[in-house]
């Protein structure tokens, strides 16, 4: 008896020992664990099937980008090479992608994709096809302006603020790869006002969204269905880096190009270069915002209005001045005739400018000239078109815009954004020139001086 009372009590000891060595580990883990941050859960963007789905997104999407064939002549293009080992998208073949800006059939796309287009056919989503019409074409942002005449009214994309876009951005490339019909791939805003040489005016947004020959034209959207980019271009020898002009440029040289068929960009006859912190400190000024005048043109409109070299441009049009880039632009979509009030820092002084903004160079149908030369494999064009009867125009050579892989241009060591300045010592401004030196020189090598950056060179050309 005395036993099992023993035991009973033994068992309720131990019980009443075990609960609170628990207590005490739940108390332990409160107090050194409880108010510790826990792990949230990983954000994770779902797209349901419905109507608010990716897929359904992707769908009204596809319905705006067209696919484009350009029938051109010559030599496939698949054999020429562009700027810092960029290769436009249409490289490959004659091949490319456009996006539909207005029920009526305009069709935005890329200069470079219908460039020597002898006859341009648009397929819709539906496979319905037509045959394009050249409405205008602008080569310093690689756009251009085609016209379909449908049976139906078309669907239209939504242009999105481009301004607005931001660095992580999820955006949707569609276009037409390889000239095998639509395709779709997913990626983010990698950076944004990129520039890598292709064309003169140049803020692309970078993405990592695959992009493959033929894309070019075609439309990036982000994630409402609102294009905020037009593609352009993709970085060869590597992956995910990819180029868009974005939407916001796109619209305004479109409305430019339907009405006029062409852009005219302002002038004012000077170069201009970045600040860094110590050419702040030597020409002493208080802001890190404007630009250097590196250059002033005789007889341009920045010398008239009494623009010097060295000046820092600070304004334009009260407008504060972020860089280089910026003011070209601003520069470049100024009226002809317009007088611009500048704000100026010369020696540290303040100083008020008024000058008047002309108009460079024509570009659209007929304005500047291209060359392809086959002959040694490479394409030059005109860096200023002169117009009669203006004073103070000076051309400037001829650019080298694009080589052949195996053409005796590169062998002999020319590389696209050089500037052939002389043929045999005659200076050469106009692509007649070009040819003319040619003739001159029958079978025999060439003598060229150039431009290569801040460098100037020799070559011989054979």
């Known amino acids: ?37 826990q792990a949230t859960p990983a954000l994770r963007l779902v797209f349901s099937e419905d109507k ?13 980008v067209v696919n484009i064939t350009a029938q051109k002549k010559g030599r496939p293009l698949g054999k020429r090479r562009t700027l810092a080992g960029i290769r436009d998208a249409a490289s490959q073949g004659y091949f490319g992608s456009g996006v539909i800006l207005n029920p009526e059939g305009y069709i935005l796309t890329n200069y470079h994709v219908i460039d020597k287009a002898k006859q341009i056919r648009v397929t819709l989503s539906d496979r319905e096809e037509y045959q394009a019409q050249l409405v205008g074409i602008d080569p310093g942002t690689d756009l251009a302006l085609i016209k379909i005449h449908p049976a139906k009214k078309l669907q239209a994309a939504r ?18 790869p390889w ?32 992009i493959n020959p033929g894309c070019s034209g075609g439309g990036l959207f982000n994630l409402k269905g609102e294009l905020v980019g037009v593609v352009s271009s993709t970085l060869t020898n590597s992956q995910g880096i990819s180029f868009a002009i974005p939407s916001n440029v796109a619209r305004q040289v479109a409305e430019i190009l339907r009405s006029e068929g062409r852009l005219l960009r ?36 920045g010398r008239q209005a009494g623009l ?17 880039r910026d003011f070209q632009d601003r520069v470049a979509l100024t009226p002809e005739g317009k007088q611009v009030e500048l704000s ?15 108009h460079q160079e024509v570009l659209g149908l007929g304005g500047a000239i291209e060359l392809e030369d086959n002959r040694f494999g490479l394409t030059l064009r005109n860096l200023y078109v002169e117009r009669p009867g203006r004073a103070g125009e000076s051309p400037r050579g001829l650019l080298v815009v694009a080589l052949e892989e195996d053409g005796a241009a590169v062998q002999s060591g020319l590389k696209p954004g050089d500037i052939l300045l002389e043929i ?39």
């Open 266 to 301: 302002g002038w004012l006859g000077i170069r201009v270069q970045e600040l860094n912190r110590p050419l702040i400190h030597a020409l002493k000024i208080e802001d890190n915002e404007g630009v250097l005048v590196s250059s002033v043109e005789s007889g341009g409109p």
């Open 424 to 462: 045999d010592g005659q200076a050469i401004f106009r692509i007649e020139e070009y040819r003319k030196a040619l003739d001159r020189a029958g079978h025999q090598p060439l003598l060229l001086f150039l431009q290569r950056g801040a460098d100037q060179l020799y070559l011989a050309l054979q």
């Open 1 to 37: 008896m005395l036993g099992s009372k023993n035991r009973k009590r033994w068992l309720i000891l131990s019980l009443s020992l075990l609960g609170a060595f628990m207590a005490g580990l739940l108390i332990h883990w409160v107090v050194f664990y409880g108010d510790w941050p």
């Open 344 to 358: 100026v820092v010369r020696q540290g002084d303040p100083k008020t400018l008024t000058v008047m903004v002309v």
């Open 159 to 176: 242009l999105a603020d481009s301004d607005q876009l931001r660095v992580g951005d999820t955006v949707l490339a569609i276009g037409n």
């Open 52 to 64: 608010e789905g990716l897929p359904y997104l992707i769908e009204q999407q596809q319905a705006v």
């Open 179 to 210: 000239g095998m019909g639509q395709s779709v791939s997913k990626g983010i805003v990698s950076a944004k006002e990129r520039s890598v040489g292709l064309n003169p005016y140049e803020e692309l947004i970078q993405t990592d969204a695959a």
């Open 308 to 324: 010097r070299r060295g000046d820092v441009i600070t304004t334009y049009e009260g407008q504060p001045i972020k860089g280089v």
